[in-house]
């Protein structure tokens, strides 16, 4: 079953719950997702669209308000969008990945590779723009095992840095999802969260 989700600043029904679109009945809400990007982005707004895909074929086609991604937020913390592809673990594999998002204007911010069973490894790609990446790789034939905003968090570069900031998410109920290093900036290390809580986790 797909979902339609608006999350757009002033709009009606913004932040409503997703609505159930039937199967058969798909043509119409992407339509309208892809004429609102249009319109919201001619009025000078950075909308992005996303599929949140989950096992069964479910998902959520999610308009939202792009100018929150990678806005800076209080204490060196950024929202940026991850999309995570499965690929064969190969010579090459990554290589290709990284040439056809590079063809499109993709860039890649961070990156995690993580091996699997049966020749199998997992790709965690923080990218810009996500909507472009993610309709890249479905035009290729790549369905994203999952897209998600995420948390892109300065530390100091000092001895317990990460300590005290993943106790902060600890104390405030949040868990972590995954982390890496995204790199470094003014002597300080970048490092990408994605946690069970997202809009907790900006406050902390």
């Known amino acids: 079953m797909l979902h339609l989700r608006v999350d757009i600043d002033g709009f009606p029904g913004s932040r409503a719950p997703a609505l159930p679109i039937p199967p058969g009945r798909r043509r119409g809400p992407v339509a309208f997702a892809l004429i609102l990007h249009l319109v919201l982005a001619q009025a000078g707004?950075?909308?992005?669209?996303?599929?949140?895909?989950s096992p069964g074929g479910r998902g959520t086609l999610w308009v939202r308000d792009g100018a929150r991604s990678?806005?800076?937020a209080k204490g060196g913390v950024a929202m940026l969008t991850e999309v995570v592809v499965e690929l064969e673990n190969r010579i090459g594999a990554l290589a290709d990945l990284g040439e056809l998002l590079g063809r499109n204007g993709v860039d890649i911010r961070a990156l995690a590779v993580l091996s699997l069973a049966k020749g199998r490894a997992l790709a965690?790609?923080?990218v810009e723009p996500a909507d472009v990446?993610?309709?890249v790789l479905h035009g290729n034939g790549i369905v994203p095992?999952?897209?998600r905003e995420v948390l892109v968090v300065t530390l100091d570069d000092e001895p317990g840095a990460l300590g005290r900031y993943c106790r902060?998410?600890?104390e405030a109920?949040?868990?972590l999802e995954a982390v890496y290093l995204s790199g470094e900036r003014d002597g300080s290390k970048?490092?990408?969260?994605?946690?069970?809580?997202?809009?907790?986790?900006?406050?902390?």
């Open 45 to 53: 707004r950075q909308p992005l669209i996303s599929w949140l895909l």
């Open 70 to 72: 990678g806005e800076r």
């Open 124 to 126: 965690h790609l923080v």
């Open 133 to 135: 990446a993610v309709r």
């Open 145 to 147: 095992r999952r897209v």
């Open 168 to 170: 902060r998410l600890a």
């Open 173 to 175: 109920s949040i868990n």
């Open 190 to 204: 970048e490092l990408v969260f994605a946690v069970s809580d997202l809009e907790r986790a900006r406050e902390v």
